[in-house]
């Protein structure tokens, strides 16, 4: 199985930063697609940034420019760099990861595996 763990959620002031980190745990060969989704309180989860490991980005209108997404090097690991928090932008961020390859035996793959959600990271912007 595969688990997500999001970490770096706090309550910072308006024009701060925080940093996201989202850790995919077990038997893993690749990952397709990490990113990370938000919801406010009374809102419908939204999409804030993607990174597919095609190397394209996309990110949400509303955070375009304030908010980087980026993998670590072995593509399983992904950040989201937030710097001019707005108070609009507080919300539980939640960590998805897409198309996962895991190992099988004789060195075979499972099928893949879609739509994988962390817990979620509080992220609150006030003063």
């Known amino acids: 199985q595969v688990r997500l763990e999001e970490s770096g959620g706090g309550l910072v002031q308006p024009g701060g930063s925080l940093r996201l980190s989202c850790e995919a745990s077990g038997s893993i060969l690749s990952i397709k697609t990490m990113g990370w989704y938000r919801q406010a309180p009374g809102k419908e989860r939204e999409l804030v940034a993607l990174d597919h490991s095609s190397g394209m980005t996309e990110y949400a209108d509303s955070v375009k420019g304030r908010f980087t997404i980026s993998r670590d090097n072995a593509k399983i690991t992904v950040f989201l760099q937030m710097n001019s928090l707005k108070p609009e932008d507080t919300a539980v961020y939640y960590c998805?990861?897409?198309?996962?390859?895991?190992?099988?035996?004789?060195?075979?793959?499972?099928?893949?595996?879609?739509?994988?959600w962390g817990q979620g990271t509080q992220v609150t912007v006030s003063s």
């Open positions: 998805y990861a897409d198309e996962i390859l895991r190992p099988s035996l004789l060195g075979r793959t499972y099928d893949p595996e879609y739509d994988y």
